[in-house]
Nanobody, 115 residues
Framework: VQLQASGGGLVQAGGSLRLSCAASGSIFSIPYMAWYRQSPGKQRELVARISSGGSTYYLDSVKGRFTISNDNARNTVDLQMNSLKPEDTAVYYC??????????WGQGTLVTVSS
């Protein structure tokens, strides 16, 4: 399974960005899709996850600001990020666990929020 992420960039505090990730390859289904992030000097952390049934989880610090969504038919997962803060600056990684393959990580996309 290959993942292609896009949508990172530079934005001012209070702005918005939308990250997208598309999975390709021999995929039957993807029960679990998520976005992680890693800032310099910090461990990678789970930002949001979504199941194929639509149940979601969010890191406390992004609740109410970020929304994760997926398209099971297209094998895509998006992360809409609103009201961005400088502390959201990180490399964001999409992550999937397909039902018929091993876990996969995207290449990472940099999000920089200026104050």
């Amino acid at each position: 399974v290959q993942l292609q992420a896009s949508g990172g960039g530079l934005v001012q505090a209070g702005g918005s960005l939308r990250l997208s990730c598309a999975a390709s390859g021999s995929i039957f289904s993807i029960p679990y899709m998520a976005w992680y992030r890693q800032s310099p000097g910090k461990q990678r952390e789970l930002v949001a996850r979504i199941s194929s049934g639509g149940s979601t989880y969010y890191l406390d610090s992004v609740k109410g600001r970020f929304t994760i969504s997926n398209d099971n038919a297209r094998n895509t997962v998006d992360l809409q990020m609103n009201s961005l803060k400088p502390e959201d600056t990180a490399v964001y990684y999409c992550y999937v666990i397909p039902s018929n393959s091993y876990e996969s990580w995207g290449q990472g996309t940099l999000v920089t929020v200026s104050s």
